[in-house]
């Protein structure tokens, strides 16, 4: 007695029609919008190549350690020396300080695992210098395995004389004291070096006026004399006057003339 169609066997059989159809084509055309043709790239060969601007910009502010590689460096290798950044900062507490001198290459052996060589400075609680050459290893999971030094090393580096005589001999210790102090000194650019003078008790003496830029901020003009004695060692850094601040370059500006004045005047 009751009289819906949706019920009808007509009906019912036109729906399994439909549904068989949309089960049939793709999910988005069966909700309207286009399916892909047949010759469109995927996604990953559709984006475009950096731009020559972006690379001048990379190539600027990042050094070339690996040619041939993005940014100077491969993948797998930045892996590995991040991992022995990982590994230096939780060992070793006795390195006061460190530089680096180079990197090796990545190599592999028949079980994943991989290896990387590093050679740096290592300062031991701020006294002797060392060069140290270590090869780490990792497995494929990036654990590491061991730490080995290479045959004959770590070796002390040898200091050299310091020279208070020459100015060159006072450039040097100049800028191994920068090399160890004024962090807040992201760049320095000098200006002029004075004469070496020589004090009684033997220290000497050397000025040095230098454009530092702070923090990669504000830029100041320095104007220092830094005193060592006989064996090199820092005695003193003294101001010559009070940091100024650098001036930007400015296009000169021609005096106003006056109004020429017109005959009979």
Known sequence: MLKNRSWSPRWSFRRLIILGAIAGMPMAAA??????????????????????????????????????????????????????????MHSGRDITARKTIEWGDVE?????????????????????????????????????????NITGFPQKKVAKPADVNTQAGMKDLVEDFFSKNFRDLTSRETIEWGEVTKAADGNA??????????????????????????????????????????????PAVAPARSPAKGHGQ
Do not use: C
């Open 31 to 88: 909700f309207g919008q286009k399916p892909p043709e047949a010759n469109q790239k995927p996604l990953e060969v559709q984006k475009q190549a950096p731009q020559p601007a972006v690379e001048q910009r990379a190539a600027k502010h990042f050094a070339t350690i690996a040619p041939g590689e993005p940014l100077g460096i491969s993948v797998e290798k930045a892996d590995l020396m991040g991992r022995v950044e990982w590994a230096m």
């Open 108 to 148: 592999k052996d028949a079980n994943g695992n991989r290896k990387i060589r590093y050679k740096f400075y290592a300062t031991v609680w701020d006294k002797d210098v060392y060069i140290v050459n270590r090869v780490f290893t990792f497995d494929a999971k990036g654990n590491i395995l061991d730490v080995e």
């Open 205 to 250: 003496s050397i000025r040095y006026k230098y454009r530092a830029k702070i923090w990669d901020k504000d830029t100041k003009i320095m104007n220092q004399v830094f005193t060592f004695d006989p064996k090199g060692n820092l005695v003193s850094v003294k101001d010559v006057e009070a940091p100024q601040p650098a001036l930007l370059d400015k």
